[in-house]
């Protein structure tokens, strides 16, 4: 599997039923030798790595580039894939997005892709911050710094920005082998009851079931927007379609949705009364 995959071709990608890809599953973890189910899997699940990109770029540095951090989600991917257990991990997509987020903020991490002149600012930012804190008996602000700096604020908050203090999660719990890494140890807080199990199915069997009732646009749109997390205007530019069309036809499919939704709801309780 090529580390640097390439989004241009995400559009091309067979996406496969759940029944074919519970299957794709059942086949690679009853033989994780087998490399051919692994990147499969891959391929399948290789939108998460463009959903985690979009939502931690916005927080790095202008330095930091955008094909790297991918290069990074894409190695994370590929290790939940590999350490992917469903007794141990409830629900792959939450596992993968932790491990893809993990790998990118890890490898960040471990360089430094801030200039010397920048990091040098940093570190006269937080030797003054801690003599004003000992002084003040407080944190202090920007604006207390900037005065004891002589600088002014926008640039101390500027700076302070660019200064990506990263954890790791895949640290080990202990020094010996078999030690849990940190990641192991997080609970998955969207595991279900099967209370919870239950109604979710019942509501994804629903909402399914509304899916098809859609017109054929207006249904590619949803899924394209909720399922591959794509934007409206890559929506757009995929449909042939002006941004602005793509909003309207998915605030009709919304409304549409919401009728059938509870068109069904209705017909339930009148039944369960009859």
Not at 28 to 45: C, G, M, P
Not at 87 to 96: P, S
Not at 176 to 202: A, G, V
């Amino acid at each position: 599997m090529e580390e640097n995959f390439s989004f241009a071709s995400y559009n091309n990608i067979k996406r496969l039923s759940e029944a074919e890809l519970s299957q794709l599953w059942e086949q690679y973890l009853a033989d994780k030798s087998n490399k051919k189910f692994r990147d499969e899997i891959i391929v399948q699940y290789i939108y998460l790595v463009r959903y985690a990109v979009s939502r931690i770029k916005v927080s790095l540095p202008v330095t930091i580039s955008i094909e790297d951090i991918t290069g990074y989600g894409v190695e994370g991917l590929i290790n939940a894939v590999e350490r992917f257990s469903p007794l141990k991990n409830a629900r792959f997509e939450t596992y993968a997005l932790i491990r893809i987020r993990g790998a990118i903020l890890d490898k960040i991490r471990s360089q430094d892709f801030l200039p010397r002149s920048v990091r040098k600012k940093i570190k006269e930012i937080k030797q003054a911050a801690e003599v004003l804190k000992q002084n003040l008996g407080r944190t202090p602000t920007s604006g207390e710094i900037a005065e004891y700096l002589d600088m002014e604020v926008d640039k101390v908050n500027a700076i302070i920005s660019e200064d990506v203090t990263i954890t790791s999660i895949y640290d080990k719990k202990g020094s010996s082998d078999d030690s849990m890494e940190i990641i192991d140890t997080i609970e998955d807080s969207n595991k279900l009851n099967p209370q919870e199990r239950m109604e979710e199915k019942n509501v994804k069997s629903d909402l399914q079931r509304a899916l098809q009732r859609l017109p054929e646009r207006e249904r590619v749109l949803m899924v394209l927007y909720y399922q591959e997390n794509m934007t409206m205007k890559e929506i757009g530019e995929t449909l042939e379609m002006s941004e602005s069309r793509i909003c309207q036809l998915h605030a009709q499919a919304i409304m549409k949705l919401k009728n059938i939704l509870s068109e069904n709801r209705t017909a339930r309780l009148q039944q369960s009364i009859v």
